[in-house]
Nanobody
Framework: QVQLVESGGGLVQPGGSLRLSCAAS????????MGWYRQAPGKQREFVAR???????NYADSAKGRFTISRDNAKNTVYLQMNSLKAEDTAAYYC???????????????WGQGTQVTVSS
């Protein structure tokens, strides 16, 4: 069964950095794209960044210039390097992957359980 496991969240001061990781496992045939979303209390989940299997990336305007997404295709792992963090970056960060499990006729979207990022002094 496919699982996405995130790590790397925590408490950081404004201006600091964090690196999130997300590893996909469990009978995966191919991964089309992996990315990150976030959800702050009382707000809807929003897109942060994504990277395709070919390395093409997209970022939300709020992430451009501060966050960098990267991917290790061999490990089915995606990373989000977050620099110059602000209080408004505080949220639960969710990993997302669009992938095809072994034996499946089509790809589907999967989500991790979320990792909390808190930016506060």
């Amino acid at each position: 069964q496919v699982q996405l496991v995130e790590s790397g969240g925590g408490l950081v001061q404004p201006g600091g950095s964090l690196r999130l990781s997300c590893a996909a496992s469990g009978g995966i045939f191919s991964v089309t794209l992996m990315g990150w979303y976030r959800q702050a209390p009382g707000k809807q989940r929003e897109f942060v960044a994504r990277v395709t299997s070919s390395g093409s990336t997209n970022y939300a305007d709020s992430a451009k210039g501060r966050f960098t997404i990267s991917r290790d295709n061999a490990k089915n792992t995606v990373y989000l390097q977050m620099n110059s963090l602000k209080a408004e970056d505080t949220a639960a960060y969710y990993c997302n992957a669009v992938l095809t499990p072994v034996g499946a006729p089509y790809q589907s979207a999967y989500w991790g359980q979320g990792t909390q990022v808190t930016v506060s002094s």
